[in-house]
C-alpha cells in the first residue's frame, strides 16, 4: 500500500508505503525463523535501503520456573520470597500482590530485578497470602500462592512481688508469679519455657495477747475511806498484732467494807449490803436450778429413747423398691436376726445362696449385698425410722456350696475389712445413708463343668478349667479389685505397681488343676527395659515374690502380652505386677482423656478436666464412673502416651484459647505433675482443672489444644471443639464396648473349645510318641513353650496349655490359630474351614477326627 502527499512546509513529495504481515504467513514462509524485512527506494541518481524490521511470535508460557514458597519467620525476621516467571517474547513483567491486592512497596520491601521479595525485619502486618503474576502483551499468569506468617514466641513477664504468707502465725507458704505475656505467643509461637509460679516458705511471727500482772499492794485510805490497787498488761505484753488486755488496771474498795466513820456518822450507800448480797444469792440459786432441770431432763428423754429402740427399728416399703424385687420390710433385732425377705415367714436356712448366670452389675455392686445397700440407699417415698447401730448380717448358706466342714470366707467381702486375713462368717459393713465408692467385683458358682469370671471393663477375669472342681461340689468364688492405699511396693525400693491389685478366693478353694487369671498391665514391654514380677501379698501386708516373668518355674506360670499378663495359679491370693525399671527408657503407658462440664455456679463458666492415668480399663474406669456422677463429657477420644522413667515431670498447658471470646482463670494456663506423682500413680487418676468463662452467652463453642508433654519426652495434643451448651449431641462414648458385660459364665458356653475336643487333645498329646508330637511340640507350636518344667509337673500338660491358650484368645476366639497348629503336627485331616465355619455341634463331630 503506497501513498504520496506533499509538505506544505517544504513543498516536497512524500511517498509512504506500509505492508502489513499476518503471524500465519510468518509461520507459513518461515517456520520458527525470525521474519525480517526492509524498504527499498530507487531512482535514476541510486537506491537506498532502510534498516531490517524484525517480526516475532510474542508468546508467554504458563507454569512459573520458580513459584514462589510460604515460610513461617519470627517478629522482625528476614523474609525472601523467589519468583522466576514463565519465559515470554517480550519478557514478561512482574509485579506482587498481597492478599490480592497491588503490594505497595515501602522501605522495609525491596522487590529486587531478580524479581525476589525482600522484607528485611518482619512486621505483624507482613502475614498474608503473596501471589507472583508475570505478563506482557500476550496474557497474564498467576504463580502458586505462597502463606507467610510472623510469630511472635511468648516470653516471660517480670515476677511479681512474693504474696503475704499464707498463714498468719508459723511457716507458710508465699507465691509470686508471671505471666507468658511479654509478649504473648501469637500465630503459632511457642510457649514460654519454665514455671509461671514460684513459691517459697516463710515465717510468721504469731501474735502474742496480752496478759494482766500482778495485783499491786492497796494503797493507803484516803480522806474519804478509799483504798487503791492496780496492775498492768505485761505478762505478756502485747506484740506483733496481740490483742490488748481485756479488764480495767485500776480498781477502787472502800477501807472498811462500808464500815468506815467520819464524825461518829456510819457511812454507807443508800441500799444496805446484806440486802444486794441476799439478791446476788437468789441469782446465782434460780440459774443453778435451772441448768440442773435441763441436764435431768435431756437424761430422761435419751433413757426413754434408748429403751424405746430395744424393741428393734422397722423399714416400711412402699414403692421404692418396685423395679424387680419384692415389697419388704425387715426388723434388725438386739436378737441379731437375719435380714428377711419378708417378715411374715420364716427363713429358709437350706437354701442356697447361689445366683444364676449371665448377672450383669453396672456400678460393680456387690451381689451379695445388693439387697442390702438398696435398702440403705436414700430412695424416694422410703420411710427410714431409725437404723440401729448394732445390727449383724447373717450369710446363710447351702451346705454343699462349700465342701462339707469348711465355712466359707469372705475375705476382703465386708467394706472397710483388710484382705489377707480370715475372718469370720458374721460381719458387720458400716451402715451409711450416704453413697459409698462402688466394690468392683465379680461373683459366681462354679461347678464340674467350671467357667469364666469377669470384673466388667477392667481387663480383669479368672477362668475355672473343666474338671477343676471335683464332681458333686461347687465353690461360690468371687474376684475383688482391691483400693490400695500404696503407691509404691516398698516405701524405699524402686518397684511400682503396673496392674491393679487383684483378689480371688476363697481362701480354702481346692482345684484338681491350675485356674488362668489374666490381669491388664500398663508396662512397655518392647523393649527389654523392665524386670516384671508377679507378687503375692500376705496377711501381715508385706509383699512376697511369686516369680519373675522372665524366669522358669515350677509354682506359676507367667504369659506377658503388651497389655495383658496371663497366669497360672493353684492357690487363691492377693496378686500384683509389679516392675523394677533397668534404665531411664523404661515406660509406663498412659491414657490422657479431657473432660468438660459447664460451671453450676456461673452459667458463663466452663470447666476442662484433664486425665492422666495409667493405660488400664479398670484405670479409666474409675475415671469415667467419677464423670458419669458429676455431668461430665468426653469432648476427644482418649490417647496414649509413654511416660519415661527419666525422672523428669509431666507438664500440662491449654493453647490456642479465642482470647476475644474466652477468659481463663489467671496462671493456671501451664500446670504441671511431678515425676513421682506420675510414675507411682498405682491406678489412681491425676487430674488438674482448667476454669473458663465466656464473655457473652452467645459465644457457645469452644475450641482450644491440650498439650500434655513430659520434659524432654513425647508429647500429645487433645483437640477439644465442643459445644458449651448441655446436650448429647457429639458426645464421645465412655467405653468401645457397652458399660454393663456379662459378669461369668459356666459350663461350655465359657470355653472356644469343645469340651469333648478339649479332652481328646490332651489324650493324645499327653502320651509320648516315637515322633515326638507330644505335648512339648503343642506348646512350641501355640508360642508358649518359655517354661516347660511348669507343665511338665502337671498331671495333665496338654489341658493346662489349653486353659492357657484360653485365657490368652478370650476376646478374640481365634480358633484359626489352634487348628492351624494341629495342622502344623500333623494330627487334624479335616480342612478347617469345613470345622470353623459351621455349628457347634457339626463342629464338635468334625474335631473327633483327632489322631
Avoid at 17 to 24: A, E, H, P, T
Avoid at 140 to 168: E, H, I, L
Avoid at 465 to 485: F, K, L, R, S, V
Wanted: proline share 5%; with cysteine.
Amino acid at each position: 500500500m503506497s501513498q504520496e502527499h506533499t509538505d506544505m512546509g517544504t513543498g516536497l513529495k512524500i511517498r509512504e508505503v506500509m505492508i502489513n504481515v499476518s503471524r500465519q504467513q510468518v509461520e507459513d514462509f518461515h517456520g520458527p525463523e525470525d521474519y525480517w524485512c526492509l524498504c527499498v527506494a530507487w531512482s535514476h541518481l541510486g537506491t537506498s535501503k532502510s534498516r531490517k524490521a524484525t517480526v516475532r511470535i510474542a508468546y508467554l508460557r504458563k507454569n512459573f520456573e520458580q513459584d514462589p514458597q510460604g515460610t513461617e519467620v519470627p517478629l522482625n525476621g528476614m523474609i525472601v520470597l523467589h519468583c522466576r516467571p514463565p519465559e515470554g517474547v517480550p519478557v514478561a513483567e512482574v509485579e506482587w500482590l498481597k492478599n490480592e491486592e497491588p503490594l505497595n512497596s515501602d522501605g522495609a520491601i525491596d522487590t529486587r530485578g531478580d524479581h525476589n521479595l525482600i522484607i528485611s525485619e518482619a512486621r505483624l502486618s507482613d502475614s498474608g497470602n503473596y501471589t507472583c503474576v508475570a505478563s506482557n502483551i500476550v496474557a497474564k499468569r498467576r504463580s502458586a500462592t505462597a502463606t507467610v506468617v510472623v510469630y511472635v514466641n511468648g516470653g516471660w513477664s517480670s515476677w511479681t512481688d512474693w504474696s503475704p504468707c499464707n498463714v498468719r502465725c508459723g511457716r507458710g507458704v508465699q507465691k509470686r508469679s508471671r505471666t507468658c505475656t511479654n509478649p504473648a505467643p501469637l500465630n503459632g509461637g511457642a510457649f514460654c519455657e519454665g514455671m509461671s509460679v514460684q513459691k517459697s516458705t516463710c515465717n510468721t511471727l504469731c501474735p502474742v495477747d496480752g496478759g494482766w500482772g500482778e495485783w499491786s499492794e492497796w494503797s493507803v485510805c484516803s480522806s474519804d475511806c478509799e483504798r487503791q490497787r492496780g496492775r498492768e498488761c505485761t505478762a505478756p505484753e502485747p506484740k506483733h498484732g496481740g490483742r490488748l488486755c481485756d479488764g480495767v488496771a485500776l480498781t477502787t474498795d472502800n477501807c472498811t467494807g462500808g464500815l468506815c466513820t467520819q464524825n461518829r456518822k456510819l457511812l454507807h450507800d443508800h441500799k444496805p449490803q446484806g440486802v444486794e448480797n441476799s439478791s446476788d444469792v437468789a441469782l446465782y440459786s434460780g440459774l443453778a436450778a435451772g441448768v440442773v432441770t435441763v441436764v435431768l431432763l435431756i437424761i430422761a428423754v435419751t433413757l426413754y429413747r434408748r429403751s424405746q429402740s430395744e424393741y428393734g427399728v422397722d423399714v416400711i416399703d412402699s414403692s421404692a423398691l418396685t423395679g424387680g424385687f419384692q415389697s419388704f420390710s425387715f426388723k434388725t433385732s438386739r436378737q441379731a436376726n437375719p435380714l428377711l425377705i419378708n417378715s411374715s415367714m420364716q427363713p429358709d436356712l437350706t437354701v442356697s445362696r447361689t445366683y444364676t448366670s449371665p448377672m450383669c452389675f453396672q456400678d460393680s455392686i456387690d451381689k451379695e449385698l445388693m439387697a442390702e445397700r438398696s435398702l440403705l440407699d436414700p430412695l424416694p417415698d422410703l420411710q427410714v425410722k431409725g437404723v440401729a447401730e448394732r445390727a449383724e448380717y447373717h450369710v446363710m448358706s447351702h451346705p454343699q456350696t462349700f465342701p462339707r466342714g469348711l465355712a466359707p470366707d469372705y475375705r476382703g467381702v465386708a467394706v472397710g475389712t483388710t484382705l489377707g486375713r480370715r475372718g469370720k462368717n458374721l460381719f458387720t459393713p458400716q451402715v451409711s445413708l450416704t453413697p459409698c465408692k462402688p466394690l468392683h467385683k465379680a461373683t459366681a458358682v462354679f461347678g464340674h463343668a467350671g467357667g469364666r469370671l469377669v470384673v466388667p471393663n477392667t481387663g480383669i477375669s479368672l477362668l475355672v478349667p473343666h474338671g477343676g472342681i471335683a464332681e458333686d461340689t461347687t465353690w461360690e468364688m468371687y474376684m475383688i479389685i482391691n483400693q490400695e492405699d500404696s503407691s509404691t511396693v516398698s516405701e524405699d525400693g524402686p518397684e511400682i505397681f503396673l496392674s491393679p491389685t487383684v483378689t480371688y478366693g476363697p481362701p480354702g478353694l481346692d482345684l484338681s488343676c491350675p485356674i488362668a487369671m489374666t490381669i491388664a498391665h500398663c508396662a512397655e514391654v518392647a523393649a527389654d527395659n523392665w524386670t516384671i514380677r508377679l507378687k503375692r501379698q500376705m496377711q501381715d501386708n508385706k509383699w512376697e515374690e511369686v516369680m519373675s516373668v522372665d524366669e522358669e518355674s515350677t509354682s506359676c506360670y507367667c504369659l506377658l502380652d503388651a497389655q495383658r499378663c496371663h497366669v497360672l495359679l493353684e492357690h487363691p491370693g492377693c496378686y500384683a505386677l509389679v516392675g523394677e525399671p533397668l534404665n531411664q527408657e523404661a515406660a509406663k503407658r498412659l491414657r490422657l482423656a479431657v473432660f468438660g462440664s459447664p460451671d453450676n455456679c456461673n452459667s458463663l463458666g466452663f470447666t476442662l478436666r484433664v486425665y492422666c492415668v495409667d493405660d488400664t480399663p479398670h484405670a479409666f474406669q474409675e475415671v469415667a464412673v467419677g464423670e458419669r456422677s458429676r455431668g461430665g463429657r468426653l469432648l476427644e477420644e482418649p490417647k496414649m502416651m509413654l511416660f519415661r522413667g527419666n525422672t523428669f515431670s509431666l507438664q500440662v498447658s491449654i493453647q490456642d484459647v479465642p482470647q476475644l471470646l474466652w477468659s481463663i482463670k489467671p496462671f493456671t494456663t501451664c500446670q504441671e505433675f511431678s515425676f513421682s506423682q506420675v510414675w507411682a500413680s498405682n491406678q489412681r487418676p491425676l487430674q488438674c482443672a482448667f476454669s473458663m468463662e465466656r464473655y457473652s452467652h452467645s459465644s457457645s463453642q469452644l475450641s482450644c489444644k491440650i498439650g500434655i508433654r513430659q520434659v524432654k519426652g513425647e508429647e500429645q495434643i487433645l483437640q477439644v471443639y465442643t459445644s458449651v451448651v448441655e446436650n448429647e449431641k457429639g458426645v464421645v462414648p465412655f467405653f468401645t464396648q457397652s458399660d454393663c458385660t456379662i459378669t461369668s459364665q459356666t459350663g461350655s458356653r465359657a470355653f472356644k473349645i469343645p469340651v469333648s475336643i478339649r479332652q481328646r487333645i490332651s489324650a493324645t498329646f499327653d502320651t509320648a510318641n516315637a515322633n515326638g508330637k507330644d505335648w512339648q511340640l503343642l506348646a512350641q507350636k501355640l508360642h508358649i513353650d518359655r517354661n516347660l518344667c511348669y507343665f511338665a509337673c502337671q498331671e495333665s500338660p496338654s489341658s493346662v496349655i489349653l486353659s492357657l491358650w484360653e485365657a490368652q484368645h478370650q476376646d478374640s476366639g481365634d480358633l484359626d490359630s489352634l487348628a492351624s497348629a494341629l495342622e502344623e503336627i500333623g494330627k487334624v485331616q479335616s480342612p478347617r474351614t469345613a470345622t470353623l465355619g459351621c455349628s457347634r455341634e457339626e463342629r464338635d463331630s468334625e474335631f473327633t477326627k483327632l489322631g
